[in-house]
């Protein structure tokens, strides 16, 4: 059954991301990186942590991201460590680590992926598993301030201002962005803001992100040995599963005196006495 679990939030992880502007809400930390804001800075030690709110959370949780390690990948040029972190009250934190190359805003940047989801053992996704996986950004244009901008969008440039958070003051530009679908997003930047630049979010849907912490001294939190995942074996042991609970319905032995069916099973059926 463990494993059973490690296979549902593989296909979590890997399912094609949601075409939203800016950040991406409906997504695990793995999945967000083609949907960053515009004017990626790595920056080895940069860190910034965020405090996020939406609808569909009971309270607000906090989002980490560092950048750990920079390393040469051959005629690639230069790769990045990147780190997130989420956790929710109540919930233990999930932390991906990505190795990035290149324009954040393109699936193909990710060379490797390994999730940690404690106190579970950190596992890797077989490169491969991240080649076969739709680009995240399908639909969508680069915008250079905003990162992804969907088709049918407008951006309106809502000039500087100072904005305040708990993690200080910052010299931000400000856009504003409407959807398609009639949603509004306004978000705030800052050359000063490692990593992404990004101040605060908020959208009329209810979803919002504030800085509320940052510096430069980040250092990797994975351990030193992660084993890669094998998937293949992973997808064999779901359809043998599978296979099994058909066998065992199919045996279920049957109550002749209610109709051949269970009444525990059935709907509305009473407890028997």
């Known amino acids: 059954m463990r494993r059973a679990g490690l296979l549902c939030l593989l296909l979590v992880l890997t399912a094609p991301p949601a075409r939203a ?23 080895v030690g940069g860190w910034v942590m965020y405090k996020v709110a939406a609808p569909n ?8 991201m560092a950048c750990t390690d920079r390393v040469e990948i051959g005629a690639k040029g230069a790769g990045y460590w990147l780190e997130m972190a989420d956790a929710e009250p109540g919930r233990g934190s999930v932390v991906t680590r990505m190795l990035l190359v290149g324009d954040l805003r393109d699936q193909a940047s990710m060379q490797r992926l390994m999730v940690w989801a404690p106190p579970q053992p950190p596992f890797e996704i077989p ?4 080649a076969a996986a739709e680009p995240g950004s399908q639909g969508c244009s680069a915008d250079r301030d905003v990162g992804p901008l969907c088709a049918g969008s407008r951006k309106r440039p809502l000039g500087s201002r100072m904005i305040k958070t708990a993690a200080g003051r910052f010299q931000s530009r400000g856009f504003k962005i409407q959807r398609p679908d009639g949603t509004k997003v306004e978000m705030w930047l800052s050359s000063a803001v490692p990593l992404i630049g990004l101040v605060r979010q908020t959208s ?14 980040a250092r990797s939190s994975f351990p030193e040995d992660v084993a890669v995942l094998d998937v293949a074996g992973m997808r064999k042991f779901s359809k043998e599963l ?6 065992l ?17 059935g709907p509305g059926a009473p407890l028997p006495p």
């Open 21 to 43: 502007e800016g950040f991406d809400l409906g997504r695990t930390p793995a999945g967000l990186a083609p949907s960053l804001p515009g004017g990626w800075k790595p920056e």
């Open 57 to 64: 959370l009971d309270a607000s949780k906090l989002y980490r």
């Open 127 to 130: 490169p491969a598993e991240l």
């Open 204 to 217: 009329s849907a209810g979803v919002s992100w504030e800085l509320v912490g940052t510096g430069r001294d």
């Open 242 to 247: 599978e296979k099994l609970q058909a066998g």
């Open 249 to 265: 319905s199919e045996t279920q032995p049957r109550d002749e005196a209610h109709g051949g069916t269970d009444p525990l099973e």
